[in-house]
């Protein structure tokens, strides 16, 4: 290891972690609501079973070895050894894996996307999430849509997607722990609506560095409103860190997506799960793989 990655290990083992990082259980509906309008994010416990937990990670597994394998040099698709599994799929997700349809209709967190939305009638994006590698850098900060999404832009120039209820929620599973070393996500509470421009790296301040979704066991949901600022941090660890996620719109608002989920797969999912995936679906043959 170099000094400067072994400095910034001791600087993570003091520091790294959001002070006063609240996590939720599933049963705490209302208070998770609320941290997550306060914050534009919010962490659930215990949302997998260790069953679950198991079952997912070896899915995410098998498809980052996929993936990797267009791969050998590492250059990922979101920066060097980080990558988005929806940014490498052909069809821009991975609903069409077991693994990724059991993500879209939980009985620990679907009562909670329907409190956030106030209704049942929201609809599945997609399910995709990222994975990093050992020896990944700080992404810099962003946030995962702008103005001209879904259709929504307001050509008076008055009102941005910024000003709205929150569009999209983004579910991200920790498939492990989030450690202190192992690339955590950092979250930027409260940025869901700001208007200010997102810092680069070099001008992001210490603090928000170490503002990571730390401690949070495998099995938590890490809850975005995906307008908040976040980014991924370094992965100073031996192990891949994956967090593939399910992507929820508001019943107001509408993303395109391809074709994603087979009719047999489709029809394995709970009748609330077919009705918020109705769009996906296709009786076509799927043709699914990747692309770096
Ligand atoms: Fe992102």
Redesign the pocket.
């Known amino acids: 290891m170099t000094e400067e990655r072994e400095a910034l290990r001791r600087k993570l083992a003091d520091s790294n972690g959001l002070r006063g990082l609240q996590r939720h259980q599933p049963a705490d509906v209302e208070a998770t609501v609320q941290t997550f309008y306060r914050d534009g994010f919010a962490v659930v416990e215990n949302v997998l079973t260790p069953a679950q937990v198991a079952f997912l990670r070896a899915g995410c597994e098998r498809e980052a070895a996929a993936i990797m394998a267009l791969d050998p040099e590492r250059k990922g698709n979101r920066g060097p050894n980080r990558y988005s599994y929806g940014g490498a799929s052909i069809t821009n997700s991975v609903l069409h894996r077991e693994e990724w349809a059991m993500l879209v209709d939980l009985p620990t967190l679907t009562p909670i996307i329907t409190a956030i939305f106030e209704s049942e009638d929201y609809r599945v994006a997609r399910a995709a999430g990222d994975f990093c590698m050992p020896g990944a850098e700080y992404q810099r900060l962003?946030a995962?849509i702008g103005d001209h999404s879904g259709g929504f832009h307001d050509p008076r120039g008055i009102v941005s997607i910024r000003d709205l209820p929150c569009p999209v929620v983004c579910c991200n599973f920790l498939a492990q722990d989030f450690t202190k070393f192992n690339g955590p996500t950092r979250q930027i509470p409260g940025t869901q609506h700001s208007r200010e421009p997102i810092p680069s790296l070099e001008d992001e301040p210490e603090w928000m560095r170490l503002s990571t979704v730390y401690p949070a066991p495998a099995g938590s949901v890490l809850i975005r409103d995906?307008r908040a600022w976040?980014?991924g941090t370094p992965n100073l660890s031996d192990d891949m860190r994956a967090i593939p996620n399910a992507m929820f719109q508001a019943p107001w608002f509408h993303i395109r997506q391809p074709p994603s989920i087979p009719r047999p797969m489709f029809e394995k999912l709970s009748e609330h799960g077919q009705r918020i995936c109705r769009f996906l679906v296709t009786d076509d043959a799927l043709q699914t793989g990747y692309r770096i």
């Open positions: 962003h995962d995906i976040h980014g």
